[in-house]
């Protein structure tokens, strides 16, 4: 048996870049050696108000935009979370083995709550037990995440070790994979903060679905930094950085040569190229996205599919847990 992977994304708007280079490409090179679980996380999702009829949609968007990113349906298990009610199951047993604390200590709960101050519900607060949940139900072996998620990966760990030691051995405890290059793609207006498909801000995010058009405007008008030389520097110039780090994940040129390559020439050249390298990523991935996006029913069939392979599989694991937390069987 190959070990299990599993990862998901929120259908609440397009993709982005940082989904592409923090996930999916790195899931579809890891599907041939790894079990590949891979799940639109609609319950994720509507931590944030969400408006039903697009909540719906995007769910397919992101589908389609798996399968044009290389996921392959018929090797991995593509499928909406919503479609295994065990999660949700499993998630109550786990709630009550979490503290209050552990919760609150979680970056992304304050983030989130300052971000959407209006609507500061129990669902965003315990959002990572039910992380938690996705990955154990599976056994998953290794979860690919951005460095944005690390904190709930180890509280998914801590949550399996408590279960096992209080109950006897029942889950994998999850490693991390994160890659070394691209774990995190920054804005392109703000370069400090993350790229992120909810920023209200259209020019900070280079969506998957962009035109070649809006792909080399967005990057004429990114963010630099004040000088003009093309060099990597984190700490200093997080504009260029940024940049010099998607040009490399694009065209997959060193660090030392994309500086070597741009000595001397300033910003507008070398903002001219990383357009061009992404126009050229981008391009044949969005043609192939809105192709798959147009047959809705074949969409469907693979999510009926993955839903049914993922049932069989969790129904298994809460099977097990149920019977180990003293529920009567039925
Ligand atoms: N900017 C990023 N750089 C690297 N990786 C990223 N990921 C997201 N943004 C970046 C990774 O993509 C996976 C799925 O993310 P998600 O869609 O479930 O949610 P998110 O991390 O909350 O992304 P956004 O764009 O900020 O969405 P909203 O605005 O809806 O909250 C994760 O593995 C994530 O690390």
């Given at each position: 048996m190959k070990p299990t992977i599993l990862s998901g994304m929120q259908p609440t708007n397009d993709l982005t870049l940082g989904q592409y280079f923090g996930a999916l490409r790195n899931w579809t090179e890891l599907q041939r050696e790894y079990n590949g679980l891979f799940c639109v996380v609609d319950l994720h999702a509507i931590t944030v108000r969400q408006e039903p009829a697009k909540l719906r949609r995007r769910t397919l968007d992101v589908v389609a935009m798996y399968l044009a990113g290389g996921i392959d349906a018929s090797v991995s298990t593509l499928f909406?979370?919503?479609?295994?009610p065990e999660h949700c199951q499993l998630q109550w047993i786990l709630s009550c083995l979490t503290s209050f604390g552990e919760c609150s200590r979680m970056t992304q709960f304050k983030d989130k709550s300052s971000q959407h101050a209006d609507n500061v519900n129990v669902g965003l607060f315990t959002y990572p037990i039910l992380m938690a949940a996705d990955i154990l139900i599976y056994n998953a072996d290794l979860v690919p995440v951005g460095e944005d998620q690390k904190q709930h990966l180890e509280l998914t760990r801590n949550l399996a070790e408590r279960f096992n030691h209080i109950y006897s051995d029942t889950f994998t405890v999850p490693e991390p994979f994160i890659p070394k290059v691209g774990a995190k793609i920054m804005s392109?207006?703000?370069?400090?903060?993350k790229m992120s498909k909810?920023?209200?801000?259209?020019?900070a995010t280079l969506f998957l679905t962009d035109t070649d058009d809006q792909i080399r405007s967005k990057l004429r008008r990114a963010v630099t930094d004040s000088g003009s030389e093309v060099i990597y520097d984190q700490e200093h110039r997080p504009g260029v950085s940024n940049l010099i780090t998607l040009y490399h994940l694009a065209t997959n040129k060193s660090v030392a040569d994309i500086e070597k390559e741009f000595d001397?020439?300033?910003y507008a050249p070398f903002k001219e190229a990383v357009g061009e390298a992404l126009v050229d990523l981008i391009s044949p991935l969005r043609q192939k996205y809105l192709e798959i996006r147009s047959d809705e029913e074949s969409l469907n069939k693979v999510i009926k599919m993955g839903a049914e392979h993922a049932r069989e599989r969790a129904r298994r694991t809460l099977r097990k847990v149920y019977k180990k937390t003293g529920f009567v069987e039925l």
């Open positions: 909406v979370q919503s479609h295994v392109l207006q703000e370069p400090e903060k909810s920023d209200p801000n259209e020019r001397g020439r300033g």
